[in-house]
């Protein structure tokens, strides 16, 4: 058993893990946090997603040891993020869940794309969506609300830019 | 108020639960000294097992066959003469036929613990000849699969109707191909799981699984475990998926609830990436020889063919082995005005993983045959496949039309759903494209794929096919609560198709609720009355339909109470915004519901209080409500590399009375996606052995956000005179058709290099292969 010290949804934790604990087990094994969902443990479905010191990360190969002093986010410690909020807005305006499995990881990543590339095209969106896997919606529905999420996002910082002016 | 009821596109109840990070999985529900299980599963294809060796140490929390002597198998025995039946035990008896096979329970506090268990168990395997392929199966000789059958066939369907050597003598043409569906796995997101325990207060043993049947599970896991179904409850939580292979009696379920009843505590098992792909059923391993007799403009005269699947090692309950074959030599002739048709429909045992029914079943393989068939017929006779189509397809006039194999088309316009497909694809300017070429070089095609889908279908239709199960009705049990608001009780379960949404606005257009006030409680076989399941693209037509009657019968006691009320006619009442109204006067449902529940007093003179209805609904004619839709796809193929990307993708669809068209076009284009993963990715290989070598998403692989273009969905509606609302199911459609609208494409790319292909995947190396055997045709 190792002790580590970590920030979790801004909440300071100190966990007895086994060096094999993955951050995703720590998470929802430990912690009871599971909005974090496993889809594969090997890295390539991303239901796992979770912000790892501010980027995306998979949460099933990043392993617990390794991650002492990190600042890590999860769906539920987003539940004030005024992006996130319109993002999910987006996604239930746009059908962008079914079964509701990979949405965490979706969101996550989506919050993560608009805060790198806030104008992304459609191409690039479905590029940038490669390791995030669905196997209900057909990605259409994903797509349509990452960018009706975008538009928003737009919006409002239009609006705050001409609120400072 | 907006628009809410039938038809409306209402945004999803069940949406908020998810989007937070709620939703409550198999893997998410919390039990207190719950232990995890690991099943040791086989690492060999076919071999007696000699021993199992289990350390002393861990006795106690490792389990084989041997502690489950009173435990049944699944026995999932079709009611066709000559059907060769078969065990299949929750954990292998003596001989393993499968790699992946569950071998031994392994227990423990946490999964990564029981994984380490495994690794110190012994179990020394004499290992047979694997059966690998369909041919070396039934050759002379081979290794037979169940010991006390006579051979690896498990059974030959024959079908013969009207007359195909006539048509033979009368067609000026013969067309003869060869199409071939390679083994692939269904991967909902969140693999299955199974959680078990015992409540001593409700002397129940409890049983959550991730599954699209708990009702039916629940019976059939009593029978296995010898309980009576009183002391049984199944629950399925929020399940991340199912597409059908979720919806088989599993025997991770019959294993972990026995653990559960011999043991004093919560046990569970959550499948993994790797497990699924090994152990869950398998799909879409299909041969098909066929031959079309047709006239010089292409008619098909009569139709010939040999159909081969198969089936793995197991017949999994309640489905029998022999579906995939059985359907497919039914429905094999399309929505094609073919009336003489001779089949053989052959189900054949090897050793892997069993199949079972994944999204479509057996109607993408026989769509892709057929469809493939009709563009081969098209190139001899130098037509446009289009044409071809049309020329054999059923006329609207024709309906209600009854197929050479009895199935009852009850309404559409078929060639009119092809017609604005090869419109909205932009037939005519792909074909002056084709003529110019690309300015880089790829070859560009385009391809059909039309199919009926039978949905829905209820008593005759599994009476006909001799399943143990005749699943024939859907409940619905209707609470109009005190404070006016509609709680739903349904005997399907929800994964993903938005029914805790769709239902609600059926209870909307009867009782005028607002769909978000309406609570749909599903998936438990503890609250509702006995139902079905999601499945065989029924919910919306089963369920439906009993939401629709139940309410019904509310409202015409919501109408007399209201009348009584409102010193008015009960023929005078109609249901709006929440209000029962009357002219001026208006009633709430509030209040309505207050003097139902809380004060009998202010009822009507001889009025029962309450507010709850429990019915049935079953459609008018149980042979099923007939969707139906041409998909057309645009491709460009690179030669040099092999690659296939798809320009555009078009589907006219025809579900008859659209609910929710939102939701409508998320389950068309779903299933497109995932019939694009049939069609080009996904495949799990095996080789001599029998090892299947695709058993992580590195190598086995579905289509991401990059592969699937935005599919452009058109709508028709013809609605069922048999269904309540005229409502045709539409769940699986959009898988059917992606194979034969893809590679019908590809081979129109390749045509001017003289290369076929009619195998899916259809892969890079598939590609380049067939290309390479055209040069050498050639030379």
Same mark, same amino acid.
């Given at each position: 058993?190792?002790?580590?010290?970590?920030?979790?949804?801004?909440?300071?934790?100190?966990?007895?893990?086994?060096p094999?604990? %993955?951050?995703?087990?720590?998470?929802?094994?430990?912690?009871?946090l599971?909005?974090?969902?496993?889809?594969?443990?090997?890295?390539?479905?991303?239901?796992?997603?979770?912000?790892?010191?501010?980027?995306?990360?998979?949460?099933?190969?990043?392993?617990?040891?390794?991650?002492?002093?990190?600042?890590?986010?999860?769906?539920?410690?987003?539940?004030?993020?005024?992006?996130?909020?319109?993002?999910?807005d987006?996604?239930?305006?746009?059908?962008?869940?079914?079964?509701?499995?990979?949405?965490?990881?979706?969101?996550?990543?989506?919050?993560?794309?608009?805060?790198?590339?806030?104008?992304?095209?459609?191409?690039?969106?479905?590029?940038?969506?490669?390791?995030?896997?669905?196997?209900?919606?057909?990605?259409?529905?994903?797509?349509?609300?990452?960018?009706?999420?975008?538009?928003?996002?737009?919006?409002?910082?239009?609006?705050?830019?001409?609120?400072? /002016? | 108020?907006?628009?809410?009821?039938?038809?409306?596109?209402?945004? +999803?109840?069940e949406?908020?639960?998810?989007?937070?990070?709620?939703?409550?999985?198999l893997?998410?529900?919390?039990?207190?000294?719950?232990?995890?299980?690991?099943?040791?599963?086989?690492?060999?294809?076919?071999?007696?097992?000699?021993?199992?060796?289990?350390?002393?140490?861990l006795?106690?929390?490792?389990?084989?066959?041997?502690?489950?002597?009173?435990?049944?198998?699944?026995?999932?025995?079709?009611?066709?003469?000559?059907?060769?039946?078969?065990?299949?035990?929750?954990?292998?008896?003596?001989?393993? +036929?499968?790699?992946?096979?569950?071998?031994?329970?392994?227990?423990?506090?946490?999964?990564a613990?029981?994984?380490?268990?495994?690794?110190?168990?012994?179990?020394?395997?004499?290992?047979?000849?694997?059966?690998?392929?369909?041919?070396?199966?039934?050759?002379?000789?081979?290794? &037979?699969?169940h010991?006390?059958?006579?051979?690896?066939? #498990?059974?030959?369907?024959?079908?013969?109707?009207?007359?195909?050597?006539?048509?033979?003598?009368n067609?000026?043409i013969?067309v003869?191909?060869?199409?071939?569906?390679?083994?692939?796995?269904?991967?909902?997101?969140?693999?299955?799981?199974?959680?078990?325990?015992?409540?001593?207060r409700?002397?129940?043993?409890?049983?959550? %699984? %991730?599954?699209?049947?708990?009702?039916?599970?629940?019976?059939?896991?009593?029978?296995?475990l010898?309980?009576?179904?009183?002391?049984?409850r199944?629950?399925?939580?929020?399940?991340?998926?199912?597409?059908?292979?979720?919806?088989?009696?599993?025997?991770?379920?019959?294993?972990?609830?026995?653990?559960?009843?011999?043991?004093?505590?919560?046990? +569970? !098992?959550m499948?993994?990436?790797r497990?699924?792909?090994?152990?869950?059923?398998?799909t879409?391993?299909?041969?098909?020889?066929l031959?079309?007799?047709?006239?010089? $403009?292409g008619?098909?005269?009569?139709l010939?063919?040999?159909?081969?699947?198969?089936?793995?090692a197991?017949?999994? !309950?309640?489905?029998?082995?022999?579906?995939?074959?059985?359907?497919?030599?039914?429905?094999? #002739?399309?929505?094609?005005?073919?009336?003489?048709?001779?089949?053989?429909?052959?189900t054949?045992?090897?050793?892997?993983?069993?199949?079972?029914?994944?999204?479509?079943?057996?109607?993408?393989?026989?769509?892709?045959?057929?469809?493939?068939?009709?563009?081969?017929?098209?190139? &001899?006779?130098?037509?446009?496949?289009?044409?071809?189509?049309?020329?054999?397809?059923?006329?609207?006039g024709q309906?209600p039309?009854?197929? #050479?194999?009895? &199935?009852?088309?009850?309404?559409?316009?078929?060639?009119?759903?092809?017609?604005?497909?090869?419109?909205?694809?932009?037939?005519?300017?792909?074909? $002056?494209?084709?003529?110019?070429?690309?300015?880089?070089?790829?070859?560009i095609?385009?391809?059909?794929?039309?199919?009926?889908?039978?949905?829905?279908?209820?008593?005759?239709?599994?009476?006909?096919?001799?399943?143990?199960?005749?699943?024939?009705?859907e409940?619905?049990v209707?609470?109009?609560?005190?404070?006016?608001?509609?709680?739903?009780?349904?005997?399907?379960?929800?994964?993903?198709?938005?029914?805790?949404?769709?239902?609600?606005?059926?209870?909307?257009?009867?009782?005028?609720?607002?769909?978000?006030k309406?609570?749909?409680?599903?998936?438990?076989?503890?609250?509702?009355?006995?139902?079905?399941?999601?499945?065989?693209?029924r %919910?919306?037509?089963?369920?439906?339909g009993?939401?629709?009657?139940?309410?019904?019968?509310?409202?015409?006691?919501?109408?007399?109470?209201?009348?009584?009320?409102?010193?008015?006619?009960a023929?005078?009442?109609?249901?709006?915004?929440?209000?029962?109204?009357?002219?001026?006067?208006?009633?709430?449902?509030?209040?309505?519901?207050?003097?139902?529940s809380?004060?009998?007093?202010?009822?009507?003179?001889?009025?029962?209080?309450?507010?709850?209805?429990?019915?049935?609904?079953q459609?008018?004619?149980?042979?099923?409500?007939?969707?139906?839709a041409?998909?057309?796809?645009?491709?460009?193929?690179d030669?040099?590399l092999?690659?296939? &990307?798809l320009?555009?993708?078009?589907?006219?669809?025809?579900?008859?009375?659209v609910?929710?068209?939102?939701?409508?076009?998320?389950?068309?284009?779903?299933?497109?996606?995932?019939?694009?993963?049939?069609?080009l990715?996904?495949?799990?290989?095996?080789?001599?052995?029998?090892?299947?070598?695709?058993?992580?998403?590195?190598?086995?692989?579905?289509?991401?956000?990059? /592969?699937?273009?935005?599919?452009?969905?058109?709508?028709?509606?013809?609605p069922?005179?048999?269904?309540a609302?005229?409502?045709?199911?539409?769940?699986?459609?959009?898988?059917?058709?992606?194979p034969?609208?893809?590679?019908?494409?590809?081979?129109?790319?390749?045509r001017?290099?003289?290369?076929?292909?009619?195998?899916?995947?259809l892969?890079?190396?598939?590609?380049?292969?067939?290309?390479?055997a055209?040069?050498?045709a050639?030379?």
């Amino acid at each position: 058993m190792t002790q580590i010290n970590l920030t979790i949804n801004g909440r300071a934790v100190k966990a007895e893990i086994e060096p094999r604990c %993955s951050l995703a087990d720590l998470l929802r094994d430990h912690l009871q946090l599971t909005a974090t969902h496993l889809g594969c443990e090997h890295g390539v479905c991303g239901a796992c997603t979770v912000l790892i010191n501010g980027a995306q990360a998979r949460s099933c190969i990043a392993l617990g040891v390794a991650l002492e002093g990190a600042e890590i986010k999860t769906l539920e410690g987003m539940a004030d993020d005024a992006r996130m909020q319109v993002i999910k807005d987006a996604f239930h305006q746009e059908h962008g869940l079914q079964c509701g499995f990979c949405t965490p990881g979706m969101l996550i990543s989506a919050w993560d794309i608009l805060g790198r590339k806030p104008d992304i095209t459609e191409a690039d969106l479905r590029i940038a969506l490669s390791g995030n896997l669905c196997r209900c919606t057909g990605y259409q529905g994903i797509v349509r609300s990452i960018l009706l999420a975008a538009r928003h996002l737009r919006q409002i910082d239009e609006t705050q830019k001409g609120t400072e /002016e | 108020m907006a628009e809410q009821g039938i038809g409306a596109r209402v945004l +999803r109840n069940e949406d908020d639960r998810f989007l937070n990070g709620r939703g409550q999985y198999l893997g998410d529900l919390a039990m207190l000294e719950c232990q995890e299980v690991y099943f040791l599963r086989s690492p060999v294809a076919h071999a007696h097992i000699l021993e199992i060796e289990v350390p002393e140490a861990l006795k106690d929390c490792v389990f084989t066959s041997a502690h489950f002597d009173d435990v049944k198998p699944i026995r999932a025995v079709g009611a066709a003469p000559g059907f060769k039946g078969s065990d299949y035990p929750p954990l292998a008896i003596g001989k393993v +036929r499968f790699v992946g096979e569950p071998v031994a329970i392994c227990m423990a506090p946490t999964r990564a613990d029981a994984e380490d268990m495994a690794q110190q168990i012994f179990v020394d395997y004499d290992e047979l000849p694997a059966v690998v392929d369909m041919d070396a199966a039934l050759a002379a000789g081979a290794a &037979k699969v169940h010991d006390h059958w006579t051979d690896n066939l #498990v059974l030959e369907v024959m079908i013969d109707a009207g007359d195909v050597d006539a048509s033979r003598e009368n067609a000026g043409i013969e067309v003869t191909g060869e199409y071939r569906l390679n083994r692939h796995a269904g991967v909902p997101m969140e693999g299955r799981g199974v959680l078990a325990y015992r409540d001593h207060r409700l002397n129940e043993l409890v049983v959550y %699984s %991730s599954t699209q049947f708990p009702h039916v599970i629940r019976t059939a896991l009593a029978k296995c475990l010898d309980i009576e179904e009183r002391c049984l409850r199944v629950v399925a939580p929020d399940v991340g998926g199912g597409f059908g292979v979720k919806n088989n009696l599993q025997p991770e379920e019959i294993a972990i609830a026995a653990l559960a009843m011999k043991l004093d505590h919560p046990v +569970r !098992w959550m499948e993994d990436r790797r497990e699924h792909l090994l152990g869950c059923a398998h799909t879409r391993e299909h041969r098909y020889r066929l031959t079309a007799f047709a006239d010089a $403009k292409g008619k098909i005269l009569g139709l010939d063919a040999d159909i081969r699947v198969d089936a793995g090692a197991y017949s999994v !309950w309640p489905w029998t082995s022999a579906m995939e074959a059985g359907m497919a030599a039914g429905i094999l #002739v399309g929505p094609y005005d073919i009336r003489n048709y001779r089949a053989r429909a052959m189900t054949i045992a090897t050793t892997k993983t069993p199949m079972g029914p994944y999204r479509g079943v057996a109607r993408t393989g026989a769509c892709f045959g057929i469809e493939r068939l009709l563009d081969d017929i098209a190139e &001899k006779i130098g037509r446009d496949p289009v044409d071809v189509r049309l020329e054999n397809m059923v006329q609207p006039g024709q309906m209600p039309y009854k197929t #050479v194999t009895n &199935k009852l088309f009850d309404s559409g316009d078929y060639p009119e759903a092809l017609r604005r497909a090869a419109m909205a694809i932009g037939l005519d300017d792909i074909r $002056k494209r084709q003529d110019a070429g690309e300015a880089d070089g790829n070859l560009i095609g385009v391809g059909f794929g039309c199919y009926t889908e039978q949905t829905a279908h209820g008593t005759d239709e599994w009476v006909a096919r001799g399943l143990p199960v005749v699943f024939g009705f859907e409940p619905t049990v209707a609470r109009l609560l005190p404070d006016g608001g509609l709680v739903l009780e349904v005997g399907i379960q929800n994964h993903g198709q938005g029914l805790e949404t769709t239902l609600a606005q059926v209870a909307h257009e009867e009782l005028g609720v607002d769909p978000a006030k309406v609570v749909v409680r599903h998936g438990d076989s503890s609250l509702s009355p006995y139902g079905m399941g999601t499945f065989a693209s029924r %919910s919306m037509v089963m369920a439906g339909g009993a939401v629709g009657r139940a309410c019904g019968i509310l409202r015409e006691k919501i109408a007399r109470i209201a009348a009584h009320l409102l010193q008015a006619e009960a023929s005078e009442i109609h249901m709006r915004d929440g209000y029962a109204v009357a002219g001026e006067r208006s009633i709430s449902l509030a209040e309505i519901g207050e003097a139902a529940s809380l004060h009998p007093e202010r009822l009507p003179p001889g009025e029962d209080p309450g507010l709850e209805v429990s019915t049935v609904y079953q459609p008018a004619l149980s042979s099923g409500a007939f969707s139906y839709a041409t998909h057309a796809a645009l491709v460009a193929l690179d030669a040099e590399l092999g690659t296939i &990307k798809l320009l555009d993708y078009v589907v006219v669809h025809d579900c008859g009375t659209v609910v929710n068209p939102m939701v409508v076009d998320g389950q068309i284009v779903g299933g497109v996606a995932q019939g694009i993963g049939t069609a080009l990715y996904e495949e799990i290989p095996y080789d001599e052995n029998g090892q299947p070598l695709a058993t992580t998403f590195m190598d086995y692989l579905i289509p991401g956000a990059a /592969e699937v273009p935005d599919i452009r969905v058109l709508h028709m509606s013809s609605p069922s005179p048999h269904t309540a609302y005229g409502i045709k199911g539409l769940g699986e459609g959009g898988a059917i058709a992606p194979p034969a609208a893809i590679l019908n494409a590809a081979n129109d790319a390749l045509r001017p290099l003289g290369a076929r292909v009619n195998e899916t995947p259809l892969s890079p190396e598939r590609v380049r292969a067939a290309i390479a055997a055209a040069r050498e045709a050639a030379e």
